[in-house]
């Protein structure tokens, strides 16, 4: 009888250190992704709107899917955003509301961007740019730019307004790009400074 309980303890112990054993299998290199925006030049004259340029480098050992800043992400009404706060000289944040249609274009299979292991592209084709309003006076305006990726509600992605029918068309173009894309959520900061006319 004891010999009996000796093997059924040894048994059970034997099957749960078996559980235990971590698994050999390689988990995925985590993927680095360096996102930065930087102005076109170092000054702007008053009256001129300020020019980014977008980059994302890929630093990791595999390609990644990202999306391109979008009609309406500067306005937070659609996904991606990608979006700046700017903090004027004095040190209050400046609104850079302007009027806009509330319509924006349907998502594609175009507006996604396979970028390949080692390189760098641009995610905004003809850069960003801020209102000329915001900067009304000279001196040294912060810049924040919000860039993120992670919102997994695809209905906040298609655009529009539409019906039924058009989020049906984009998630059969778009649905498993969407899937398939890398999330990320960054913001960038940066000065720029607002000279007088010359």
Sequence with gaps: MKLLMISLFMGLFLNASAEKTPSTEKTPTDTKVVCAIEPVKKQFALGESPKFNFTVMNNSDKKILLVKILDGSSF???????????????GKIISGSRGRCGNTNPLKASDFVW??????????????????GQFNKEGTYKIKFHYTTANDDFRKWVGGPMGPDGIKAVKKECGDLFKSRHKVSE????EIEIVAKK
């Design 115 to 132: 970028i390949k292991a080692g390189e760098k592209v641009k995610l905004a084709e003809h850069g960003l740019s801020l209102w000329n």
């Design 187 to 190: 913001t960038l900061e940066l």
């Design 76 to 90: 937070k009404s659609r996904e991606p955003q990608g979006y700046f706060e700017v903090t004027g000289p004095d």
